[in-house]
């Protein structure tokens, strides 16, 4: 599964994060996760969806797709001379699919900040300084390698500019996933290389009250971070919430004015971030959604459940969730002309609700 690797600098509240991630693991019942490992954190993806559908089915379960959160190793200054823990740090990095970097944005004079004064700014400054230096050396190897192999006839000469355009936008200081579409530059050339800054990049403000509360100051962090997604959130606050019933966590929320929980928006920004999209399907046993990349057809959806489905798929009938809905039963979907038949080159959008007929 495609993972998202949470990293920051020490004392950002990165274990506090993680710990109420894992705790929304463990507390969520009911579901067959794989085992429990101590670094991964296995979040479900919530979806409102799957208990209207699970209401008009009669689902006895519910099984929404899930979230993967890897827990790195903290940053220091020089990772990217191997100081410290800073080799571990970079390889767990590059094994990642999306990163997820924390920076604390909360005031506490019980918490020392490792560079003596909070600023979320030279946070982010800090690592993605030591992320560009460790791309700037692994291009330095690469590039004369290309540039050689290209010269005898052998190396791929769009591969070659697109690192060379990398290492000039790293030279300016700037990282590959926020420069590459300015630049011009297609990332997807560069996958071979396993660049850090290449990945997509969340980031976590762990803040307070007067943070949450605060609308120029994320404007401004998000602007800073921009095309990336900013999520604002009190970590403290989130791991105390994931301990509360959910109609006693809804009314904590409503107290301090925020519409969804952090860690449901982490969850829901990651899925999206990692390119991922759900489809769904119902009936009296359970309603459960089905994790696959976006772009993916009817047959490769499929393949999810069962390689049989894929290899002896015939057709898909599909309805919408919300024509589903509306129409209040699939019997009263199809009457109206709401059921497509889809064959093996549809290409899945979000909230199709899905049969497939197959051959075994
Ligand atoms: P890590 O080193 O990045 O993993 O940071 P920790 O999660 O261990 O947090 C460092 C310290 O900051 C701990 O004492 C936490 O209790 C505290 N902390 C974490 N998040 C928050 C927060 O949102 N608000 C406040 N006031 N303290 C926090």
Redesign the pocket.
């Known amino acids: 599964a495609l993972t998202i690797g949470i990293a ?12 109420a991630l894992t705790r929304a693991q463990v507390l969520a019942a009911n579901y067959p996760f794989a085992t429990i490992e101590p670094n991964v954190g296995v979040v479900p993806l919530p979806d409102p969806r799957l208990t209207t559908l699970a209401e008009v089915f009669g689902s006895e379960r519910i099984l929404p797709a899930t979230v993967s959160f890897v827990d790195i190793a ?1 940053i220091v200054r020089g990772a990217s001379e191997g100081e410290g823990l800073g080799n571990k740090f970079l390889a767990n990095i590059r094994e990642a699919d999306a990163i997820c970097q ?1 920076t ?1 944005a ?3 004079p ?2 020392v900040h490792v560079d003596g004064k909070v600023s979320p700014e030279d946070d982010i400054e800090t690592i993605n300084t030591e992320l560009v230096l460790a791309d700037l050396q692994t291009l330095e190897k690469t590039v004369p390698r290309l540039e050689k192999e290209v010269k005898i006839k052998k190396g791929d000469p769009a591969l070659l500019a697109a690192a060379q355009g990398a290492q000039a936008l790293l030279e300016e200081g700037t990282t590959l996933f926020s420069g590459a579409a300015k630049a011009g530059l297609d990332l997807d050339l560069l996958a071979s290389l396993q660049l850090m800054t290449a990945k997509p990049f969340i980031y976590v403000f ?3 009250d007067a943070g949450l509360a605060d609308e120029s100051f994320q404007t401004r962090l998000r602007e800073l971070v921009a095309p990336a997604h900013a999520i604002f959130l ?4 989130e791991s105390e919430l994931v301990e509360l019933e959910p109609d006693e966590a809804a009314e904590m929320l409503a107290e301090t004015g925020q519409d969804e929980a952090g860690l449901d928006k982490l969850a829901r920004v990651g899925f999206e971030t990692l390119g991922l999209q759900t489809y769904l399907t119902a009936g009296p046993k359970e309603a459960r959604a089905w994790t696959i990349h976006k772009g993916w057809t009817a047959p490769q959806a499929a393949g999810v459940i069962h390689t049989d489905f894929e290899r002896g798929f015939i057709k898909a009938e599909v309805i919408s969730f919300d024509d589903l809905v509306e129409a209040g039963s699939v019997a009263a979907a199809r009457s109206a002309g709401k059921a497509r038949i889809e064959g093996k080159d549809y290409v899945m959008r979000d909230g199709d609700v899905v049969e497939f007929r197959f051959n075994v």
């Open positions: 920051g600098l020490p004392n950002v509240g990165k274990s506090t994060l993680f710990n903290g924390v604390r909360f005031a506490d019980d918490v762990n803040t307070d009190d970590a403290k606050f």
